[in-house]
């Protein structure tokens, strides 16, 4: 069983930034892929960006040039740096860690853009 806990959401002004960072429980984190999903309210939720356990990358075309997952295997966390943030960009974050046969989930984070 790995736990995943998120933190660094909150709100914040177009145009600003945020890091959002999900901890895990356990050694497990590093061979697995690591995700980050977001959901809008009355939206269907959408894939924002992974990252493998060797470090490749793949984003949103919405998010492409502004965000940038990353992961630091010797913590066990992962994290999100979201620059030039949109007010279409609120939505509840959660990350995720995977090897395809199973699956853990964080709780989520909510992220605000709005002046």
């Known amino acids: 069983q790995v736990q995943l806990v998120e933190s660094g959401g909150g709100l914040v002004q177009p145009g600003g930034s945020l890091r959002l960072s999900c901890a895990a429980s356990?050694?497990?984190?590093?061979?697995?892929?690591l995700g980050w999903y977001r959901q809008a309210p009355g939206k269907q939720r959408e894939l924002v960006a992974t990252i493998t356990s060797d470090g490749r990358t793949n984003y949103a075309d919405a998010v492409k040039g502004r965000f940038t997952i990353s992961r630091d295997n010797a913590k066990n966390t992962g994290y999100l740096q979201m620059n030039s943030l949109k007010p279409e960009d609120t939505a509840v974050y959660s990350c995720?860690?995977?090897?395809?046969?199973?699956?853990?989930w964080g709780q989520g984070t909510q992220v605000t853009v709005s002046s």
């Open positions: 356990s050694n497990i984190f590093r061979i697995y892929t």
């Open positions: 995720y860690v995977t090897n395809v046969i199973k699956t853990y």
